[in-house]
């Protein structure tokens, strides 16, 4: 380097996709993202690129060697290391004067603070027992959460504080049950609920091997992922967490949209009324594939 750090200097080729007013309000702000793997750690790789101030960190796991294929703070030196403790790292020397506070498998008691502390909340999980405590908690405080489907596609979709939760919009079998209270069956109801949204709404079965597929869905494999979608992923959400920390209208509802790279197209939901038709007809298709 040649010379001492300097913010403006480092930020200075964000100005004109921002103004300086709105890089200073991303210099001030604070994000919550839980969960730094895959399309969370994408996410933050943008975030702290873009000069956001102050991130809020939260995983579980360390890094392995099956992450170094899609996870954007995997390398083999981080292998081992925590997760989000590598991601800090790495993220300080993009910008030393970056806040970054990291928890760990302790985030679950932390959560208040966590969300009421941040402008907005990114969901960066797999786990579900997760995703309700981070949606049932923003909503309590206001806040809205950034998410994407377990999908073969790049989606979004952002949840503000008064639109209805995944759980409640998906239908899952969790309403009244405490975040940390799911059965198995639980667990595996929501998964085919939001793989029945996924398959209804999008061409993702085109684009993925289902009898693959199926076996995840089954419980016999870890989900598929791939770079390009994760990363992209990612950085959809870095977008909408941008959006929201300057006040500026989101481009994703709670029902989010699909982006497809393979036809160059946005697959936004079906009519509710025509979705509500072929419903019972996926769900069938996902029973089926399932059973291969």
Not at 39 to 51: E, N, Q, S
Not at 145 to 168: C, G, H, K, M, Q
Not at 202 to 216: F, K, T, W
Request: glycine share 8%; with cysteine; net charge neutral.
């Amino acid at each position: 380097m040649t010379g001492p750090f300097s913010y403006q200097e480092f930020t200075t080729r964000n100005i004109g996709f921002v103004t300086h007013e709105e890089q200073d309000k991303l210099r001030g702000a604070t994000v919550f993202v839980c969960g730094t793997g895959g399309m969370g750690g994408a996410c933050v790789f943008a975030l702290a690129r873009a000069g956001v101030g102050k991130l809020i960190l939260a995983d579980i796991d360390e890094f392995e060697i099956s992450n170094l294929n899609r996870q954007a703070f995997a390398f083999l030196r981080t292998v081992d290391q925590h997760k989000a403790e590598a991601t800090r790292d790495i993220c300080l020397t993009i910008n030393p004067e970056l806040e970054i506070f990291v928890y760990h498998g302790d985030w679950t008691n932390h959560v208040d603070d966590a969300i009421g502390q941040s402008a907005i909340v990114v969901n960066g999980t797999d786990d579900l027992a997760a995703s309700l405590l981070l949606y049932r908690t923003a909503k309590k405080h206001g806040k809205s959460v950034i998410d994407a489907y377990a999908s073969p596609l790049p989606s979004i979709y952002v949840t503000r504080a008064n639109d209805p939760a995944p759980e409640f919009r998906l239908g899952y079998p969790t309403i009244g049950t405490a975040w940390n209270n799911l059965s198995n069956e639980q667990r595996s109801e929501a998964f085919l609920s939001e793989a029945s949204y996924v398959l209804l709404h999008s061409s993702s079965r085109h684009h993925i091997d289902l009898d693959l597929a199926g076996e995840v869905a089954a419980g016999k494999r870890s989900r598929m992922s791939f770079a390009p979608m994760v990363l992209t992923t990612g950085n959809l959400m870095a977008y909408e967490a941008i959006n929201g920390v300057l006040g500026k209208p989101h481009g994703a509802d709670c029902r989010g949209w699909f982006f497809n790279p393979y036809k160059g197209r946005v697959e936004r939901p079906k009519n509710a009324i025509f979705a509500s038709l072929l419903k019972p007809i996926v769900n069938r298709f996902l029973r089926n594939m399932m059973n291969r």
